[in-house]
C-alpha cells in the first residue's frame, strides 16, 4: 500500500535509522515515543528503587524480595488474559497503565508519611516493568506484520533505549534534590501521557486496517489462556525458557554488583570519604550514574547497530550476541571480582541485553497469533521472566548459606549461558520453521 506513495520528510530522516518506506514513520515514532515515556518513568523509579530496598534490607533481602513477584503474577496473568478477551486493545493497554499510574499515588502518600515502603515498592515496580512495556510491544507486533516488523522495531527499539537513558540520566541529576518519594509523582504524571500516545496510534491505524479488511484485529483476543499458549507451543516454550534462564543470569550479576556496592559505600561512610552524603544517597548516585551509562552505551548500540544487525544476520543471529557477551563478563568476573570490573561487565552487558536483544526478543513474536502477541507474551515477558528471580533466589540463598564469594557466583552464571546457548539454537529451528525466507536476510543478499 505504501509502494505508490512518496515519502514524506519524516520518512526520509527516519530512514537514516532503519528502511521506513513512504506513510510508515509517524506511526513508528509514535510507537517509539510511548515506549520511550515508559522507559524513561521506569528507570527515574529503578533508582528510587535501589535507594530504598537496598537501605531497608541489604542485596540479600532484594534478591529474596525479587522472588516474591513471580507469585504475584500467577494472578495477574490469568487476570489479564480474562481481560483481553472481554475489551478491545486499546481499552486493555490503557486501563492497565492507568491502573499502575494510580499506585504511585498512594506510594507517596504512604513514604512521605514515613512508612517504609521498599519491599512493596519493590515489588510493584518488579510487575510495572514488565507488564506495560510487554503491553507496548505488543501492540506494535499487533500493527506489523513480520517485513514490517523486522524494518520498524530498531525504530521502536530507539526509543525505549533513549528513554532508559534519559530517565536514568535524570533520576542522577534529580535524586538528590527531590528525593525518592517526589520522583513517584514526576513520574505517575509521565506514565499518564501514554494513554493518550495509545489512542492516537490507534486513530492513525484505523483506516489502513479497514482499508486492509482486518478489522478484526482490533477486536478481542480469543479465550485461550497465556499459559495454556505457552504450554502447548514448543516455540513459545522455548522463548519462555530462554527469557527465564536470560533474568537468573542477569540477577545474579545484579546480586553481585548490589553486594559489592553496599560493602563500598558503608566503608565510604565510616572513613569519612562520602562527601557528607549518607549511605541511601551514595547508592542513589551510584545507581543513576551507573543506569545512565547503561543506557547510553545501549541507545548508541541501537542508534548505531540494531539495524544493521537485523538487516545483514537477521533476527536468528541476533540472539547469540548476548549469550557471547555474558561468557566473556562472567569468565572475567571469575578471575578479577573487584567493583570497578564489575560495574563495567555489568554496563557492557546490560547495553547489548537492552538494545540487542531486547529487539531481536520482541520480533520473535512477529508471526505469532495474536492470542500469542498479547496472552502468550505477558506470560512470557512476566511471569517467566520473575520465575527466573524465583531461580535466582534460590542460586544466592545456597550460594550465601554455602559462603560462595563473588568468583562462585561468577562460576554459576557460566555454567547458566551454555543452558542459554542451547536455547537459543531451539529457537532458531522452530523460528526458521514460522519464516524460512528470513526477509531481512534476502534484503541483505540482494
Known amino acids: 500500500m505504501t509502494a505508490n506513495r512518496t515519502k514524506g520528510g519524516l520518512d526520509r530522516a527516519l530512514s537514516l535509522f532503519t528502511d521506513v518506506k513512504a506513510g510508515e514513520g509517524a506511526t513508528a515514532l509514535l510507537l517509539a515515543f510511548n515506549i520511550f515515556s515508559v ?7 529503578k533508582t528510587v528503587r535501589e535507594s530504598l530496598i537496598l537501605t531497608e534490607g541489604g542485596a540479600e533481602v532484594k534478591s529474596y524480595t525479587a522472588a516474591g513477584q513471580a507469585l504475584l503474577l500467577v494472578a495477574f496473568v490469568p487476570a489479564y488474559g480474562w481481560l483481553a478477551s472481554r475489551v478491545s486493545r486499546v ?21 512521605a508519611a514515613g512508612v517504609h515502603i521498599g519491599v512493596a515498592f519493590f515489588l510493584w515496580l518488579g510487575i510495572f516493568s514488565l507488564v506495560v512495556p510487554a503491553q507496548v510491544w505488543a501492540f506494535a507486533n499487533d500493527l506489523y506484520d513480520s517485513e514490517r516488523g523486522k524494518r520498524l522495531f530498531p525504530l521502536v527499539g530507539l526509543g525505549m533505549s533513549l528513554g532508559a537513558w534519559v530517565g536514568s540520566t535524570a533520576a542522577s541529576a534529580l535524586f ?51 499459559f495454556q499458549l505457552v504450554l502447548s507451543q514448543r ?10 534462564v536470560l533474568n537468573v543470569v542477569n ?4 546480586f553481585i ?28 548516585t551510584f545507581y543513576g ?17 540494531v539495524s544493521k544487525i537485523f538487516k545483514y544476520i537477521g533476527v536468528r543471529g541476533a540472539l547469540f550476541i548476548l549469550p557471547v557477551v555474558a561468557l566473556f563478563s562472567y569468565g572475567m568476573l571469575a578471575f578479577l571480582p573487584v567493583l570497578a570490573i564489575v560495574r563495567v561487565a555489568k554496563i557492557v552487558e546490560n547495553s547489548t541485553d537492552y538494545s540487542i536483544q531486547n529487539t531481536a526478543r520482541q520480533a520473535l513474536f512477529l508471526p505469532t497469533s495474536r492470542e500469542a502477541k498479547y496472552k502468550a507474551k505477558q506470560a512470557i515477558d512476566s511471569f517467566f521472566w520473575r520465575a527466573g528471580d524465583l531461580l535466582q533466589a534460590v542460586i544466592v540463598f545456597v550460594g550465601a548459606s554455602l559462603a560462595f564469594g563473588i568468583r562462585g557466583f561468577a562460576a554459576i552464571n557460566l555454567i547458566l549461558v551454555a543452558v542459554w546457548f542451547a536455547l537459543v539454537v531451539g529457537i532458531v529451528r522452530e523460528h ?13 543478499a540482494a
Open 289 to 305: 550514574d551507573f543506569y545512565s551509562w547503561v543506557n547510553l552505551v545501549g541507545f548508541l548500540f541501537q542508534l548505531l547497530l
Open 39 to 45: 522507559l524513561a518513568c521506569y528507570y527515574v523509579l
Open 432 to 444: 526458521r520453521k514460522m519464516t524460512p525466507i528470513d526477509t531481512t536476510e534476502t534484503a541483505a
Open 251 to 254: 540477577t545474579v550479576g545484579e
Open 235 to 244: 516455540y513459545l516454550l522455548l522463548i519462555a525458557l530462554l527469557v527465564m
Open 91 to 111: 481499552r486493555l493497554i490503557n486501563g492497565v497503565t492507568l491502573f499502575f499510574a494510580s499506585h504511585l499515588v498512594i506510594f507517596y502518600v504512604l513514604g
Open 176 to 226: 538528590a534534590g527531590l528525593g525518592p518519594y517526589r520522583l513517584l509523582l514526576v513520574s505517575a504524571a509521565g506514565i499518564a501521557l501514554c494513554p493518550l500516545l495509545t489512542v492516537w496510534i490507534e486513530r492513525r491505524e484505523e483506516g489502513r486496517t479497514r482499508a486492509a479488511g482486518a478489522a478484526a484485529s482490533v477486536a478481542p483476543v480469543g479465550k485461550a489462556g497465556g
Open 257 to 284: 554488583l548490589g553486594k559489592l556496592v553496599v560493602e563500598h559505600t558503608a566503608t565510604a561512610v565510616a572513613a569519612g570519604t562520602a562527601g557528607g552524603l549518607d549511605q541511601a544517597a551514595l547508592i542513589g
